[in-house]
């Protein structure tokens, strides 16, 4: 299994421009995960679908942040437009079938973003 | 809403030495708790992880946990660190009705000879 696979890896751009971030999810997961990660915050939730189903998007930070997610192997998360402050690591998590808190999820390698 | 603590920022350790890291958790009911460990430029990677049962648990790498419960702790030890194990260390606690799970600010582990 290739595990969950993120892309870009690195992403710069400069403020004001749209960044959207890829996720493949893990076959057979039905959960997925999208975190930021900063030195000041530290790893935050932003979003959490389950079955292709948005079910807690209070960490979103605000209108410019969506995620998408159009079936069960493919999920977007986009910034639009962006700001230096969006810099941060961003990961994407899957978790196996049903919903219980017990199963582990697994985390893909990370995009940096580097807003100018 | 449930909430972790993970008190040190930073502690530096000799390989060979023994390692405990702290965990603090807040939580009405019986939680589940989980260790993830983070390496440069990588994911995170689950270490281990409490639901119920024996309050001693085993991970993966020689880690282990202890819930104490009249402590609201978890902590995380090993015997005998190895210099492979510098890295960031996450405690984390899942509960809530769409079973989110809540992340600490993490330990830096930094290992010398």
């Known amino acids: 299994d290739a595990g969950v696979i993120q892309s870009p890896r690195h992403e710069v751009t400069e403020m004001g421009q749209e960044v959207t971030l890829r996720c493949k999810p893990i076959?057979?997961?039905?959960?997925l995960f999208w975190y930021r990660q900063t030195m000041m915050r530290g790893l935050e939730l932003l979003i959490y679908?389950?079955?292709?189903?948005?079910?807690?998007d209070s960490g979103m930070p605000e209108d410019r942040f969506s995620a998408k997610m159009p079936n069960a192997s493919f999920s977007t998360l986009k910034i639009q437009p962006s700001e230096p402050r969006d810099s941060a690591v961003y990961f994407c998590?899957?978790?196996?079938?049903?919903?219980?808190?017990?199963?582990?999820?697994?985390f893909g390698p990370g995009t940096r973003l580097t807003v100018l | 809403a449930q909430s972790v603590t993970q008190p040190d920022i930073h502690i530096t350790v000799s390989e060979g030495a023994s390692l405990e890291l702290r965990c603090n958790y807040s939580y009405g009911a019986t939680p589940y708790l989980f260790w993830y460990v983070q390496s440069p430029g990588q994911g995170l990677q689950l270490l281990l992880k409490y639901f119920s049962g024996d309050t001693l648990v085993q991970g993966i790498k020689g880690f282990e946990a202890e819930f104490k419960r009249s402590q609201s702790s978890f902590n995380l030890r090993k015997p005998s660190v190895h210099w492979s194990d510098a890295a960031e260390y996450f405690c984390?606690?899942?509960?809530?009705?769409?079973?989110?799970?809540?992340f600490g600010t993490g330990t830096k582990l930094q290992v010398i000879p």
């Open positions: 076959s057979g997961h039905n959960s």
């Open positions: 998590a899957s978790r196996p079938q049903g919903t219980s808190v017990s199963n582990e999820q697994f």
């Open positions: 984390a606690v899942g509960a809530g009705g769409y079973q989110k799970v809540t």
């Open positions: 679908f389950n079955n292709n189903v948005p079910i807690d």
